[in-house]
């Protein structure tokens, strides 16, 4: 039997319909409006068109967007002084550097220079130190999807035993803490993993973020078991999910496809992390 579908645009629509209720009620209640602004460096076509989408999100949800678009030799130092300016301004609540940037340029100190308070890519290490210890901060936008997408699927994170493959900065470290904040319990699996069928086998969640297109079988999954697939490659059969999505939807009782799983939920959760930011601030 075929596992249900988790439909990733269907339940960003849903969040960022609730964000855009929760702004209009906050500006009634006589908060300001939330704004956002985005700093890109360099043309990358790809970049371009993540930071419009960006901008048309916030529109739709009522938050104000600026965006701040440098050239290729802008310097370290004139990127961070920009972000550092950005921080202070009283009229930005939420902080994005379209990531990665030019190849001269340290993306670490650049996340360095972000305010915390208005950090809503959940980045730097005051926020994953937060996030680490289980008390409140601004989340990293992706791993907050994916627990929307499990809580959607009326995946039960009590108890379960999770298996994130990937333990990246962006995705599977912060979702380990995430879910160990949900009473899950978590085995981080990676590249020196013995026994990675095995491992993945037992678990009853089993997410994939590492970035190698199919390399999760039928044989990884254990039978009903719910799998997120973070993974977005580009390939020559199109764009293509860690899992191996034809021979997985046999075995699980809940999966995620790829493009529509996980993807669209960035943006929505970025939403909601400038919500949180602004009415942080308000307080």
Do not use: W
Not at 63 to 76: C, F, K, N, Y
Not at 107 to 122: E, F, R, T
Not at 241 to 250: I, N, Y
């Amino acid at each position: 039997m075929s596992a249900k579908i988790i439909d990733g645009k269907a339940v960003s629509a849903e969040v960022r319909e609730r964000v855009a209720a929760e702004v209009t009620e906050f500006i009634a209640g006589g908060g300001h409006q939330p704004v956002l602004a985005t700093v890109l460096v360099g043309d990358d076509p790809a970049s371009h068109v993540y930071v419009a989408n960006k901008h048309k999100a916030c529109e739709a949800a009522g938050i104000g967007s600026v965006h701040h678009e440098l050239p290729a030799e802008t310097s370290q130092a004139d990127l961070v002084a920009l972000v550092k300016a950005l921080g202070d301004d009283d009229g930005i609540d939420g902080i994005l550097v379209q990531l990665p940037p030019p190849d001269h340029i340290d993306a670490d100190a650049v996340i360095a220079a972000i305010n915390p308070a208005k950090d809503v890519d959940g980045l730097t290490a005051t926020n994953a130190g937060l996030l680490a210890g289980g008390r409140p901060g601004l989340v990293p936008c992706t791993p907050a999807g994916v627990i929307e997408l499990l809580d959607h699927a009326g995946t039960e994170i009590e108890g379960a035993e999770a298996v994130i493959v990937g333990r990246s900065n962006l995705v599977g470290r912060p979702l380990i803490s995430l879910l160990l904040g949900r009473n899950a319990t978590v085995t981080a699996a990676h590249s020196r993993t013995r026994d990675l069928e095995g491992v993945c086998r037992r678990a009853d969640i089993l997410v994939a973020a590492v970035g190698v297109p199919g390399l999760l079988g039928a044989e990884h999954v254990k039978p009903g078991a719910t799998v997120i697939d973070v993974g977005i490659n580009r390939t020559d059969d199109g764009l293509k999910g860690d899992v191996d999505f034809e021979a997985a939807v046999e075995v699980a009782g809940a999966i995620t496809p790829v493009p529509g799983g996980v993807g669209p939920m960035t943006i929505a959760m970025l939403m909601a992390n400038t919500l949180i930011a602004a009415k942080a601030r308000a307080r």
